[in-house]
C-alpha cells in the first residue's frame, strides 16, 4: 500500500499564494502519474493537475496560468504552486498517485482563500 500526506494548507487572501506538498511512503513512487484533486463539501471531487513520470502536465482550465504542478523523485515529493489564489479555489485538497489512473489517496489539506 501506499501512503500519501498532503501539507501546507491554510488561510490566505485573495491574490495570495500557497504551495502544497504531497509526500508518498513508496519506493516506487518515479513509476506513478500523480494528481492534486480538490472538493468543496457536497459538491463531486474536481480534478485538478496532473503529471506523468517523464514530467508532462496537464490542468483544468479553471487553473491555467495560476498553479503549477511539479515532482522530486529523490524526495517522493509532488506540489502544487498555487498563485494568483480566488475564493473559488477554496477546498480540501487532495493528492493522488496510479501507474494509469488514481489508486491512491491523501488524507487532503484545506485551502481557503477569503478576506
Known amino acids: 500500500q501506499v501512503q500519501l500526506v498532503e501539507s501546507g494548507g491554510g488561510l490566505v487572501q485573495p491574490g495570495g499564494s500557497l504551495r502544497l506538498s504531497c509526500a508518498a511512503s513508496?519506493?516506487?513512487?518515479?513509476?506513478?502519474?500523480m494528481r492534486w484533486h480538490r472538493q468543496t463539501p457536497g459538491k463531486q471531487r474536481e480534478w485538478v493537475a496532473f503529471?506523468?513520470?517523464?514530467?508532462?502536465?496537464d490542468y483544468t482550465d479553471s487553473v491555467k496560468g495560476r498553479f503549477t504542478i511539479s515532482r522530486d523523485n529523490a524526495e517522493n515529493t509532488v506540489y502544487l504552486q498555487m498563485n494568483s489564489l480566488k475564493p473559488e479555489d477554496t477546498a480540501v485538497y487532495y493528492c493522488?498517485?496510479?501507474?494509469?489512473?488514481?489508486?491512491?489517496w491523501g488524507q487532503g489539506t484545506q485551502v481557503t482563500v477569503s478576506s
Open positions: 503529471i506523468s513520470t517523464d514530467d508532462r502536465t
Open positions: 493522488s498517485a496510479g501507474y494509469l489512473a488514481p489508486r491512491y
Open positions: 513508496t519506493s516506487r513512487f518515479g513509476q506513478y502519474s
